[in-house]
């Protein structure tokens, strides 16, 4: 593993985008096809660590933190947190890999990331990874998302932080202790008063804070037409069970995997979970 970036652009001027770099390149068994892992909207790319650590002996992997999230760059107008931004800043990555075509997994917000990179003419995207997101988010979802995202806990130390995490991430099923460990030790940043706080841009939520309806982007959905795979966490309150199986009937006619005693989102840090999407993006 090594860590880099790139730089992305937005009105402000430039930013950097920070990643975490697994594997080979140029992989001949897989024709040389990076695979990009997108984390969800208050994570970052050391999410994917266990993943990464499984698929390196075959696979180039990058993991980035998006803007405003881990090692990566605040932008200075909270309005830029979009989905136009990360998609931009997502194709510069796409550049730096070198290669015309990649394989993507996205939890969560990475994964409407995918959806509306994968359904663009001349999409680089071979196959797409969906994890525990789709192209219809009730606004019930949307503000349970909003209640906790706009928070600012404040912790004395790891533990505590660690202990939060393991509240509000309870749904993600069962991580091992040294994962929760790890996904607080790279989850935090240092606050100038010596205490510590979750490592993301409290202004992400600005955007979530102006919707008031639905979100419906199947119109988009019924434009993929590469392989997709969805990941469902059983007992998901973001990806419903109806929503899921029209994701299989429509646009890209999904795979759809239903893993129990989880909900949103599943880790990917468990044996099953990884073999899965393993199986599924070396297809």
Not at 8 to 14: A, I, K, M, R, Y
Not at 105 to 112: A, V
Not at 194 to 222: C, Q, R, T, V
Not at 224 to 243: F, H, K, M, Q, Y
Request: hydrophobic share 40%.
């Amino acid at each position: 593993m090594k860590t880099a970036s790139i730089l992305g652009v937005s009105p402000l001027g430039f930013h950097r985008i920070a990643y975490t770099e697994w594997g080979i390149a140029n992989s001949c068994r897989y024709d040389g096809i990076p695979v990009i892992c997108v984390h969800g909207l208050t994570r970052n790319g050391r999410d994917f660590d266990n993943l990464a650590d499984a698929m390196q002996a075959e696979r180039q992997i990058f993991c980035p933190d998006m803007a405003g999230r881990g090692r990566s760059d605040w932008l200075g107008d909270p309005a830029l947190y979009g989905y136009p931004q990360y998609v931009s800043d997502m194709a510069a990555l796409i550049a730096r890999t070198g290669s015309s075509s990649i394989d993507w997994i996205g939890t969560s917000m990475g994964g409407i990331i995918g959806m509306l990179m994968a359904a663009m003419p001349n999409s680089p995207i071979r196959r797409l990874v969906l994890n525990d997101v789709g192209p219809f988010l009730p606004l019930a979802s949307i503000q349970q998302i909003r209640s906790y995202v706009s928070l600012q806990q404040e912790f004395s130390d790891i533990h505590e932080a660690e202990r939060y995490l393991r509240e509000i991430y309870v749904s993600f099923g069962s991580i091992s202790d040294d994962d929760w460990k790890k996904l607080a030790v790279q989850g935090v940043r240092c606050l100038p008063n010596g205490k510590l706080a979750l490592n993301y841009d409290p202004s992400i939520a600005h955007n979530f804070s102006i919707i008031s309806h639905d979100i419906d982007i199947w119109p988009m959905y019924d434009n993929i037409t590469c392989p997709t795979l969805v990941l469902r966490g059983e007992n998901s309150d973001i990806l419903s069970a109806g929503t899921a199986e029209q994701m299989t009937q429509r646009g890209a006619r999904a795979q759809l995997v239903t893993f129990k005693d989880c909900g949103h989102a599943p880790s990917l840090m468990n044996i099953e979970q990884i073999k899965t999407v393993m199986d599924f993006v070396n297809a």
